[in-house]
């Protein structure tokens, strides 16, 4: 083949430090990014501190890793500094060389780095206004009298290192007026529940023989299970194993319990920090670090009855080429291996995630318990009525005219095609724990109901004392509160 002139291209430093700024980081996975590379240089703990109200307003992520000498500083700082196809130790969490400064640029102009190494301090800046106006790309190291200067190097000792960003522009929100204190820490809240998902396993302790510590000015990220592993009703099913290229990719379905299987604590805690239908899905991991959830890959629909379904997958960084994750790591897709093996395991376990439901439901359609609602189906229509044998109804009716009781009846015939079926299942999937009667607002007097309860089933046939409490103890609320009730149906036969 004959070759032509050749002409070198390099790009405009301008213009692309500009497009570096537009790949598309949210605040918190640009911090995200950052603390990846804290991991892999081995830290233990990680301080993310922030002062908007002072003179030159930064944020800064402190570690307590290992540090780099002067020479690694300066390549760390290329863009594009290591090649993605090359293979890179196990627990590495980086893969394209850019994060660091696509994360930091997409929401500064300047990104400064001061490192440790067995007690040497080492330094380099980015300006992305001097590279505009050089057009060239100039990274330069301060002075000992700029560091000194510098806040966040006071927690560096004799090893780690401190990432800081000057000029936030895009964080501050400086062309479209200076954010507002409540705003810029209602972002911070965000960042706080993603890092507390997002490194789970490392905070936990889980997935290294040593807990990581991540303090936000000083307070301390708590890790956010999305398996809810802690809490004895989770169903954690058969794992399963894929292997590509002499690695393991682990495959581990979970059921998660149904709300009333929760503690109070427990609900409210996922409640503020998880919505069970939007977070329902496959959860993958690299090297123990979420890189994405909540999605099952058209292999089932999302809905409310697959809601407790969760998968995690754990693949190693030895298989990045085939998950096509970009380079913010809010992306993987599985390989068609995994996908075919998964779309057996996901049927299963959504079948499974609907028993929980069923099950919960059934205790409201039990035959022997009288209930007030009965249940319906025919062919692929299911209707809910109003149960007319119920002796509560039963006990309404019969004290009425033969005329009364056939336009009670048709009132009742109204209520049951009246149900409010969409609003109620909206109402449950984001907020069941609302339709629970302890959540409501005043204390119930359950002996009272009892006594009302059995006053009116009285006037329906003969019915003896002990059944007639067995049927009203199967009626909400008192089946939602079992022992209580028992002990009180307990207290009325006595002083009777």
Known sequence: MVV??????????????????????????????????????????IWIDFDIHCEHPYLSITDDGKGMSQKMLIEAMRPGAANPRSKRAENDLGRFGLGLKTASFSQCT?????????????????????????????????????????????????????????????????????????????KFNSVEKH??????????????????????NGNPIKSFDPFCISNKATQILREEIVRIDGSDIKIQPYILPHHSKLTKVEYDFYKNRSDFLNNQGVYIYRNGRLMAWGDWFRLIPRGEAT????????????????????????????????????????????????KVHRQRGAKLFNPEAYPIWDRHTESSSIRYKLNRANPLLLSLLEDLSETNQLAVSKILDVVENAIPVEAIYSDYSTQPRSFDPSSQ????????????????????????????????SNIKPFCDRRVETEKLIQEILQDD
Do not use: C
Not at 447 to 459: D, G, I, Y
């Open 110 to 186: 300047q990104l400064t780095v001061i490192t440790k190494e067995d007690s040497l301090l080492s330094s380099a800046k980015w300006d992305l206004e001097i590279v505009k106006n050089k057009n060239k790309w100039i990274v330069y190291e301060l002075s000992q009298k700029d560091i000194e200067k510098i806040e966040p190097i006071k927690k560096l000792k004799n090893k780690g290192t401190v990432v800081i960003w000057n000029n936030m522009d895009r964080l501050l929100e400086y062309k479209a007026g200076t954010i507002s204190a409540d705003d810029f820490y209602e």
């Open 307 to 354: 809601k407790l379904a969760r998968v995690k997958i754990d693949f190693p960084n030895a298989l990045d080429d085939l998950w096509t994750i970009d380079i913010k790591k809010s992306r993987a897709y599985p390989p068609q291996q995994v996908k075919e093996r998964l779309k057996n395991i996901v049927n299963r376990i959504g079948d499974q995630s609907k």
């Open 441 to 472: 607002e005043g204390e119930i007097d359950l002996k009272a109901k009892l006594k009302e309860f059995w006053s009116l089933m009285s006037t329906t046939g003969d019915w003896d004392k002990v059944e007639a409490f067995k049927v009203i």
């Open 4 to 45: 032509g002139k050749k002409h070198i291209l390099e790009p405009h430093a301008a213009s692309l430090s500009q497009s570096l700024r537009d790949i598309g980081y949210s605040l918190e996975s640009a911090i995200a990014d950052l603390i990846d590379n804290s991991i892999t240089a081995k830290a233990n703990n």
């Open 195 to 216: 890092l507390s998902l997002v490194f789970h396993r490392f905070l936990s302790g889980e997935f290294r023989d040593r807990k990581l510590s991540v303090f936000i």
